[in-house]
């Protein structure tokens, strides 16, 4: 296994430096995780509540109404010739709505899949699940690292080898026969297989970062119809709870805020927040500094939640993000597909000549794309593949 960054999970991310774990990517599970609870195990979630509020132009307000008209709308999407993006769905439906609820409809859309609804494909969106209703979530209590604990053992084996920090520059192939070119180490590395898997994100292939000989130019292609989205998470840990504690805050929702969504962690004391920013209001935040990005986080928190900034100034404890974004080994955060572009996660998971195999969220066109799930998933399924190959 080469892996470039200096340590294995991707877009999973925990730091283990607060008085309990904080996940800069991917925090969730999702309801029908199968993949996910198999490896974990029920004792090692805590179920969500999903308690939702909305704020908006100084008010808080109740949700019930909004899910109750808007998810219906959801399922009018449908596969369109010429495709369109899912702004112009939008604009179609938005009659029925008040502002708060048409805002609050783009921002669940472009929260829920990291996406710009500009340059979202509903063609796409309407074949994928998972738009059609609120799903009961989970957090892994020690952390998402901790889906990592059997492939720990495994590295035990001595069948298996780990490379960390370890840059596939290369690929030369023919059939049965793969060659890979790293860097390692300060030199260059050179491994041989009869068979490849890739689950790199689609930018690295879209740019061609890898050097593919013969070239894959239809997984190009493929990769350059699936975006990754910008998505801001900022987690802050407080020294005392800023808020009363009869106070619903689990989800609180501001679309007319960068940071449109905040919730609380819902285990341990309750002293830390997330404040999430996905979409078109994400992308005001690229190329942005730490601390700037931080301190919009801040300002959001204290208007959406009426805190006062000299309060949130005496208990702030620690802030934490990770800007997918400006990271070269991801560029974005999770996948969605462009407008022009269905079809394109099922070209990029269709494997060549059985020799090259493509794995990751983005080859999921199941609903499952963009989560952990999905990941595991698919490289369930492309290995499935390679153990097929007669030996």
Not at 44 to 73: Q, V
Not at 93 to 103: I, Q, S, T, Y
Not at 179 to 194: C, I, L, M, N, P
Not at 222 to 249: C, H, Q
Request: aromatic share 10%.
């Amino acid at each position: 296994m080469l892996e470039a960054r200096p340590r294995i999970g991707g877009r999973i991310h925990t730091l283990h430096t607060q008085d309990y774990p904080v996940d800069l990517g991917a925090e969730f599970v999702h309801e029908g995780a199968t993949e996910t609870l198999k490896i974990l195990g029920p004792e090692k979630i805590h179920m969500l509540s999903e308690k939702h509020s909305g704020y908006w132009r100084g008010k808080r307000l109740d949700l019930t109404n909004f899910w109750k008209k808007a998810l219906p709308m959801l399922k009018k999407m449908k596969p369109q010739v010429p495709d369109r993006p899912v702004s112009e769905f939008l604009e179609e439906v938005d009659g029925d709505l008040d502002d708060f609820e048409k805002a609050m409809l783009v921002d669940y859309i472009e929260g829920f899949n990291a996406t710009d609804v500009f340059e979202m494909s509903e063609t796409a969106l309407a074949s994928e699940e998972g738009m059609s209703g609120i799903y009961r979530n989970a957090k892994i209590i020690k952390g998402y690292d901790s889906l990592f604990d059997p492939f720990r053992r495994l590295q035990e084996s001595s069948h298996f080898e780990l490379l960390l920090n370890c840059h596939v520059r290369r690929i030369e192939w023919k059939f049965g026969e793969v060659k890979a070119v790293s860097e390692f180490e300060g030199t260059s590395r050179t491994d041989y297989a009869q068979a490849a898997i890739f689950t790199v994100p689609t930018p690295i292939l879209a740019k061609q970062e890898i050097y593919f000989y013969p070239a894959i130019d239809e997984k190009v292609k493929a990769a350059e119809g699936i975006a990754l989205g910008n998505v801001y998470e900022v987690v802050m840990t407080f020294k005392d709870s800023p808020w009363e504690a009869r106070e619903d805050l689990e989800f609180v929702h501001s679309p007319e805020l960068t940071f449109g969504t905040r919730w609380l962690w819902g285990c341990y004391d309750s002293k830390s927040l997330v404040s999430w920013s996905g979409g078109h209001r994400a992308g005001r935040l690229v190329g942005r500094s730490f601390d700037e990005i931080s301190a919009k986080a801040l300002s959001d928190l204290e208007e959406s939640c009426n805190i006062s900034k000299s309060r949130l100034s005496e208990i702030v404890k620690a802030i934490d993000l990770h800007d997918w974004t400006a990271d070269p080994l991801s560029q974005g955060a999770y996948s969605y597909v462009k407008v022009g572009a269905h079809g394109a996660r099922e070209s990029l998971a269709e494997s060549i000549a059985s020799t090259l195999y493509f794995a990751g969220e983005a080859t999921m066109a199941d609903g499952s794309a963009g989560t952990v799930q999905g990941a595991l998933r698919s490289g369930i399924r492309a290995a499935d593949e390679i153990l097929e190959l007669p030996e």
